[in-house]
């Protein structure tokens, strides 16, 4: 974070037009309408396993121009998409839909998580996010399911 020893902000690394740039991104329309009133994180079940993950947090940073701190951090990607943030937020902010648009800004500019880059390499590899082989394919037979032949191609086309 740019906060300096003594508490203070160094404005001139800030963005004042970030939080705008995210409500005209698809899902952040409602950042300007949080008034920080700390439901999101009192509702967030990451919150509770990893404190690191604060929604109210990462909106006041997105609020007060942090581009960068936000842009480049883990904890963006931690949303675990439950919803209960965006059924308590009492100013209808769609937080699951905002951590989705900064994300998207955060992935456009680089900034790319490593979970994301496996994800990505394994559906380019296997054509989804993880491989079915013999051993899920008999489970499969057993409850009268078809198997699943992996088909990469048609993935590797796309990502290509």
């Not at 001139?12 to 970030?18: L, M, R, S, T």
């Not at 699943?148 to 086309?157: N, S």
Request: proline letters at 6%; aromatic letters at 6%; charged letters at 30%.
């Amino acid at each position: 974070m740019m906060v300096e020893e003594t508490g203070t902000m160094d404005m001139e690394k800030q963005d004042p037009h970030f939080k705008d740039e995210i409500a005209e991104e698809p899902g952040g329309e409602g950042i300007k309408n949080c008034f920080q009133c700390g439901t999101c994180t009192a509702s967030c079940p990451v919150t509770r396993i990893n404190p690191r993950y604060n929604p109210r947090k990462i909106i006041l940073m997105t609020l007060m121009g942090m581009r960068e701190e936000v842009l480049k951090s883990e904890f963006i990607w931690l949303c675990s998409s439950c919803y209960s943030c965006y059924e308590r937020c009492p100013q209808n902010v769609r937080i699951t839909e905002l951590m989705n648009a900064i994300k998207n800004i955060a992935v456009r500019e680089g900034y790319i998580n490593a979970s994301m880059k496996k994800l990505q390499e394994m559906i380019g590899k296997h054509g989804r996010a993880y491989p079915v082989g013999e051993f899920e394919n008999k489970k499969r037979t057993r409850l009268n399911l078809p198997e699943i032949e992996e088909k990469p191609e048609d993935i590797q086309e796309i990502m290509s």
